[in-house]
């Protein structure tokens, strides 16, 4: 498990924007599990965070100075910041958002990284048709609660898993999922009998564990899990990481299990804002973020992921302008 | 493990074919590593063989009798006769075969269902692509050695897993697989990444354990996992299955882990057979059968597949005609 200890927290000069690049001032920090995958050593999508570097996180700030004629100070941009006050960042590597259209934080939320995250997985690699039963695990979570919505619209009957009352009482009350499993009250294998009668037809694991397990004794023919992440493991060793012992539903089931990244269809991110921003704007989709103040508390705050405590897209408030 | 003890020999008089059935003098059984899971409690793509009912098994036999327009004594067929010496089966469920064009072993063998689950496996399940290599576990196994030739033909590369020196002989020098790994003396790990410095596109997997969780970990980017079974596995109580650990490098990957079973594909298995019995004729697969002899060795000789003994397809030789 990661800890205070493991980060230390330094005071330096900014650095001074070379052609092409922008100095910005971090507004706000995206905290995601993601992450805690970018702090393990070995080969991986993206390289290893090394010891010493500044943490890697996607960021949303203002352009104070910009070497690049793409951007002017006073722009508000996305882009991977890291835990800083001011980051150094090349200007191809920013996107710019309008802060008449949404509030800040929703562009590190459902018009960022994390929703375009549910889209793609829930519907490339989910495949959902309308009819079908979709079953989320995090569903309370950032990306969960997005994905829930997305089947919903897609037509499908959505099953969210997540912690206690008040997370499952927000997934039906207020995102309109059919059912919601709290895992922390209820046998959760009892629970998916009971709201899916005919199985489940697409899994979105965002946890991994005894709750991948779970499903995968429950899924229908043909049926497609979805591996978006596994925050029940991410603080494990390798050697100690549980792998899901009813894989073999797949083979019974003619079911497949598929990974991917957010990156892969980077060049369709523009179809995706697009159709997010719309289902936002008509009230299809609703978010909630978990917002936390101050970069000296990013790492209790970050830890909340892992402890199931963050209720909706957590965030850190750097700074206000 | 299954013994003995947990079969029951026993001579009754041979029932009467009724309206559209025959009698079938059982000359050949195929023993299957599917057979072990059909002895399982519990929903699976197949009813389970119950306490007291004949063992399930594909045979090969000679019709005594016909109450069919379609079969007449003397035809040879293959289907479900279970693990007895007649059976009354339906004709409809029976496929006549051709002893002029190729040994009757041959059509337990790559002409039944095991080529067919090698045919569709590889290439519906892994889409494998030219120039990619294919992994294939149970190598010199019947599934297993069809799978490494397929890929050949298709321009692949071909790596196969198998237990001791003479089989991973056989592999490279008889069947023309690219390389071979002896798990027994070899370290599974090291030789893969010898022999697949770019990673392993396709794994077709009819092991699972721990050689998965090793290919797992060096799985290429957008790495297809056709899971074919997992024959280490099909003793152990389902609490006790080993999940592999390492099934996040389907999301490092992007790549996906897909079960299969071979009946999906019933509609086409007309063009596989064609194909591959003429791949067959032109000696681009090459087989071989480990054929015991006498019905009353059934129990020992389906322990074999689990102790890794058989070295081709294992079959039973029941009666000579």
Same mark, same amino acid.
């Given at each position: #498990?990661?800890?205070?200890?493991?980060?230390?927290? @330094?005071?330096?000069?900014?650095?001074?924007?070379?052609?092409?690049?922008?100095?910005?001032?971090?507004? /706000?920090?995206?905290?995601?599990?993601?992450?805690?995958?970018? #702090?393990?050593?070995?080969?991986?999508?993206?390289?290893?965070?090394?010891?010493?570097?500044? #943490?890697?996180?996607?960021?949303?700030?203002?352009?104070?100075? @910009? +070497?690049?004629?793409?951007? +002017?100070?006073?722009?508000?941009?996305?882009?991977?910041?890291?835990?800083?006050? /001011?980051?150094?960042?090349?200007?191809?590597?920013? =996107?710019?958002?309008?802060?008449?259209?949404?509030?800040?934080?929703?562009?590190? $939320?459902?018009?960022?990284?994390?929703?375009?995250?549910?889209?793609?997985?829930? *519907?490339? %690699?989910?495949?959902?048709?309308?009819?079908?039963?979709?079953?989320?695990?995090?569903?309370?979570?950032?990306?969960?609660?997005?994905?829930? &919505?997305?089947? +919903?619209? &897609?037509?499908?009957?959505? %099953?969210?898993?997540?912690?206690?009352?008040?997370?499952?009482?927000?997934?039906?009350?207020?995102?309109?999922?059919?059912?919601?499993?709290?895992?922390?009250?209820?046998?959760?294998?009892?629970?998916?009998?009971?709201?899916?009668?005919?199985?489940?037809?697409?899994?979105?694991? $965002?946890?991994?564990?005894?709750?991948?397990?779970?499903?995968?004794? &429950?899924?229908?023919?043909?049926?497609?899990?979805?591996?978006?992440?596994?925050?029940?493991?991410? =603080?494990?060793?390798?050697?100690?990481?549980?792998?899901? +012992? $009813?894989?073999?539903?797949? %083979?019974?089931?003619?079911?497949? #299990?598929?990974?991917?990244? %957010?990156? =892969? /269809?980077? &060049?369709? /991110?523009?179809?995706?804002?697009?159709?997010?921003?719309?289902?936002?704007?008509?009230?299809?989709?609703?978010?909630?973020?978990?917002?936390?103040?101050?970069?000296? $508390?990013?790492?209790?705050?970050? *830890?909340?992921?892992?402890?199931?405590? =963050?209720?909706?897209?957590?965030?850190?408030?750097?700074?206000?302008?």
């Amino acid at each position: #498990m990661v800890q205070r200890t493991d980060f230390e927290f @330094s005071t330096v000069p900014a650095s001074e924007p070379g052609p092409g690049e922008v100095l910005v001032r971090v507004l /706000y920090l995206s905290l995601d599990p993601a992450m805690r995958g970018w #702090m393990n050593e070995g080969r991986s999508y993206i390289a290893p965070v090394a010891l010493g570097e500044v #943490m890697r996180a996607l960021g949303l700030g203002r352009v104070v100075v @910009s +070497k690049d004629p793409s951007l +002017k100070p006073g722009d508000l941009v996305t882009g991977l910041t890291g835990v800083q006050d /001011y980051a150094v960042v090349s200007a191809k590597n920013l =996107n710019q958002v309008d802060p008449g259209l949404a509030p800040l934080p929703r562009y590190l $939320n459902v018009l960022g990284f994390t929703g375009l995250t549910a889209y793609f997985g829930l *519907l490339e %690699v989910g495949q959902p048709q309308p009819g079908e039963t979709v079953v989320v695990s995090g569903a309370a979570g950032a990306t969960g609660s997005v994905v829930g &919505q997305i089947a +919903k619209i &897609q037509g499908c009957r959505a %099953v969210g898993i997540a912690g206690g009352a008040a997370k499952c009482d927000y997934l039906v009350g207020e995102l309109g999922f059919d059912a919601a499993i709290d895992y922390k009250s209820e046998d959760v294998r009892t629970a998916l009998s009971r709201h899916c009668p005919n199985g489940v037809n697409v899994f979105f694991d $965002n946890v991994g564990g005894e709750i991948l397990d779970t499903v995968l004794a &429950q899924l229908a023919r043909k049926a497609r899990v979805v591996l978006c992440g596994a925050i029940s493991q991410y =603080n494990h060793h390798p050697t100690d990481v549980r792998g899901p +012992k $009813n894989y073999l539903s797949l %083979v019974i089931n003619s079911a497949r #299990m598929e990974g991917f990244i %957010v990156f =892969n /269809y980077a &060049q369709r /991110y523009g179809e995706a804002i697009q159709a997010l921003a719309g289902w936002l704007a008509e009230g299809r989709i609703k978010t909630r973020e978990d917002i936390a103040e101050g970069l000296e $508390n990013f790492p209790e705050t970050f *830890l909340k992921l892992f402890h199931g405590e =963050n209720f909706g897209k957590l965030l850190i408030k750097v700074a206000e302008k």
